[in-house]
């Protein structure tokens, strides 16, 4: 012997053959391999990104206070004009951010027969949450600054801007939680 362990069947362990799997079911498929490869980079890519993702994303939360303007100044250009310029800016980077990461996750190849369980499921219902608001927020805040920047009260649908960007905020948040957390 080399000192090497070669894998074995123990006598009276049932072997798969006795498990009703056939041979075909139990060999290899280098097609398979390569697309659990695919999927598995791709995935690994959609997590690090969407760490990343969240750096502008709280910032532009942040940044929303600056991008309001102030009521009481009598010049045609509010005080904040900059703060929304640069709310909006960020909000634009972290919406390509967003659905550069999402892209990574929709496209990744999928394997037949598997079911989404536990935790997975979970980010993926939030996903159901954060992903229309991903790209509700950045139309909502168009339109809003649209009337801001016009010397008009943000009024209608664009008056919801910033209640569906606290809730994707949210559920982005707890999308990432719940992978984080086994369960």
Do not use: W
């Not at 159901?128 to 168009?142: F, K, R």
């Amino acid at each position: 012997m080399d000192g090497k362990l070669e894998p074995q069947q123990k006598p009276g362990e049932p072997s798969l053959g006795d498990l009703g799997f056939t041979p075909d079911q139990t060999a290899g498929s280098a097609a398979a391999q390569a697309r659990l490869d695919k999927r598995s980079h791709m995935l690994k890519i959609h997590q690090r990104l969407g760490l990343i993702t969240v750096a502008p994303l709280v910032a532009t939360l942040i940044l929303a206070n600056g991008a309001k303007g102030n009521k009481g100044t009598s010049t045609s250009a509010p005080a904040s004009a900059s703060g929304r310029e640069i709310h909006a800016a960020v909000g634009g980077l972290t919406a390509g951010m967003y659905l550069t990461t999402a892209a990574f996750a929709i496209f990744a190849p999928k394997v037949p027969g598997t079911a989404t369980r536990g935790s997975i499921r979970l980010h993926k219902a939030l996903a159901l949450i954060h992903g229309p608001g991903m790209i509700l927020t950045p139309i909502l805040g168009a339109l809003a600054y649209q009337q801001r920047s016009n010397g008009q009260k943000v009024t209608g649908i664009a008056s919801a801007h910033g209640a569906v960007g606290a809730i994707t905020g949210i559920a982005y948040g707890a999308a990432m939680l719940s992978v984080m957390i086994k369960f």
